[in-house]
Nanobody, 122 residues
């Protein structure tokens, strides 16, 4: 059974930091790209950060979080992290972990966690 379990969310003051974790099981973690999305009330879900599947995987970030957030993965622990620094009230959202893979044959695998709430007070 595929599971992605996020943790580390909570309430923090503006300028503070949080570290989100996403523990994966039920699939081969190391061959999936891992991503963090977020969804604020009344807004569409947006991609925050991604890291590709290989050990030295390149990363990408939304412009709004560049220089403040860092995504990383530990394939030995089947876990992906999102270090969030200098948090702003506009970072308030439910954060979701996502695992994604497309095979050479075109089959797509797309798994989601249940989300963790991050609230940044001003």
């Amino acid at each position: 059974q595929v599971q992605l379990v996020e943790s580390g969310g909570g309430l923090v003051q503006s300028g503070g930091s949080l570290r989100l974790s996403c523990a994966a099981n039920g699939f081969i973690f190391s061959i999936h790209d891992m991503r963090w999305f977020r969804q604020a009330p009344g807004k569409e879900r947006e991609l925050v950060a991604g890291i590709i599947s290989n050990t030295g995987g390149s990363t990408n970030y939304a412009d709004s979080v560049k220089g403040r957030f860092t995504i990383s993965r530990d394939n030995a622990k089947n876990t992906v992290y999102l270090q969030m620094n200098t948090l702003k009230p506009e970072d308030t959202a439910v954060y979701y972990c996502n695992a994604w893979r497309r095979t050479y044959g075109g089959t797509q695998y797309d798994y989601w966690g249940q989300g963790t709430q991050v609230t940044v007070s001003s």
